[in-house]
């Protein structure tokens, strides 16, 4: 298989966000939506009708019509998004596998904007990648009651994060384009969520800084620092322009996973592990 270039990557994916922003005339825009929803089979039943997008983006983006049921369980941690698992599992020897066969450093993936101690909690921990499809909700929300301590928006290429680009690009999710969250639950204990970019996917939003925009011309590494902000899970955390990559990186001893995640098709609000400790907050 011939590989993309990086350069490439990232030209096409802007090239594509240009045209999934534009606002066609009706008749037009209705053709582009009905045929985008074919041929990547699109379920609409939770959804307004297709006629109710006026851009590509905006059905990409589009948001629940109906609440998912979350559970009551305090200890429980959800599935930020409606995806299928391609890995889960304990980190070993400081590596998570973004595929079976093909692993990746944690500490390159969380670069060094954080500190080495926080890091090697993480090396001995736990990780779930929920893989979006481009038929996928791409909404993303928050996995359990959390505060977000660190944002570090790393540019990057933007590879296609599809089952054979994972395994044909070692470390993948270590060349894309990424936006980490460095986050504590109410006990205190670490985590991180990993959005990772991707082909025509560059956009990744949050919806507590407009500040974080990804996708520019710009290779510079960001950091954001905060003290008060504060989530409840389910709570929606931003959006993909189309599907894409999350990791979510627990620190030893933080949750046990489900049983059987990996190969799982999962949506958001289920279950996907529980904190060990039992703290009710």
């Avoid at 534009?22 to 699109?42: C, D, E, H, W």
Wanted: glycine share 6%; proline share 4%; with cysteine.
């Amino acid at each position: 298989m011939t590989l993309l270039k990086a350069a490439w990557t990232n030209a096409i994916s802007r090239a594509f966000g240009k045209f999934a922003s534009t606002r066609f005339p009706s008749p037009l825009q209705m053709a582009i939506n009905y045929a985008y929803v074919k041929l990547m089979g699109v379920d609409l039943t939770a959804f307004e009708d297709i006629d109710h997008y006026d851009s590509l983006n905006a059905l990409f983006t589009r948001k629940l019509i109906y609440e998912r049921e979350i559970t009551s369980d305090p200890n429980a941690v959800i599935s930020p998004v409606d995806s299928f698992i391609t890995a889960a599992g304990e980190v070993k020897n400081a590596k998570a596998l973004q595929i079976k066969g093909f692993s990746y450093s944690v500490a390159e993936l969380l670069t060094d904007k954080f500190e080495p101690d926080v890091i090697s909690e993480i090396e001995n921990g736990t990780y779930i990648n929920f893989y979006l499809s481009p038929k996928d909700y791409h909404r993303y929300h928050v996995p359990i009651d959390m505060k977000v301590l660190r944002v570090v928006h790393v540019p990057g290429a933007l590879y296609p994060v599809n089952f054979k680009y994972l395994r044909k690009v070692p470390a993948l999710f270590v060349k894309n384009e990424r936006v980490i969250l460095e986050c504590v639950d109410n006990a205190n204990q670490l985590f991180f969520i990993v959005l990772v970019g991707a082909l025509n996917v560059g956009k990744m939003t949050l919806s507590f800084d407009e500040r974080i925009q990804t996708d520019i011309e710009n290779d510079a590494i960001k950091v954001y620092d905060y003290d008060n902000v504060t989530l409840k899970r389910g709570d929606e955390l931003g959006m993909f322009m189309m599907g894409s990559t999350i990791v979510l990186l627990f620190e030893e001893g933080f949750v046990k996973l489900e049983e059987r995640l990996e190969g799982r098709k999962i949506r958001f609000g289920d279950i996907v592990a529980y904190r060990r400790n039992g703290n009710n907050g």
